[in-house]
Nanobody
Framework: QVQLVESGGGLVQAGGSLRLSCAAS????????MGWFRQAPGKDREFVAT????????YYAESVKGRFTISRDNAKNTVYLQMYSLKPEDTAVYYC??????????????????WGQGTQVTVSS
């Protein structure tokens, strides 16, 4: 079992920045890939970014590429999502997620076994 707890959401003006954190527990954090997803009102949940278990490889959705950075600190069992140049269309509930395995590609396909509770990000225009 893996438990995930997000924090760091909030209200920000367009063009601003936020950093989300996700603390993991329950299994050896450095052994599994992690991802961030988001769900806007009335829309399906969508992939945002993934990071390999070692932190050596990252992948981003086209809509956030160049503005968001995913990173992890395996010593702190925490994954981060640094968001810059935020836009109103980034408004959503953000979730961290994993399937407990080392394959980030499976995460990008939505093969998720563990979700956090979500944290709200609201970007005002």
């Amino acid at each position: 079992q893996v438990q995930l707890v997000e924090s760091g959401g909030g209200l920000v003006q367009a063009g601003g920045s936020l950093r989300l954190s996700c603390a993991a527990s329950g299994r050896t954090f450095s052994s599994y890939a992690m991802g961030w997803f988001r769900q806007a009102p009335g829309k399906d949940r969508e992939f945002v970014a993934t990071i390999a278990h070692s932190g050596g490889s990252t992948y981003y959705a086209e809509s956030v590429k160049g503005r968001f950075t995913i990173s992890r600190d395996n010593a702190k069992n925490t994954v981060y999502l640094q968001m810059y140049s935020l836009k109103p269309e980034d408004t959503a509930v953000y979730y961290c997620a994993t399937n407990g395995g080392s394959s980030a590609s499976r995460l990008r396909r939505g093969e998720v076994d563990y979700w956090g509770q979500g944290t709200q990000v609201t970007v005002s225009s």
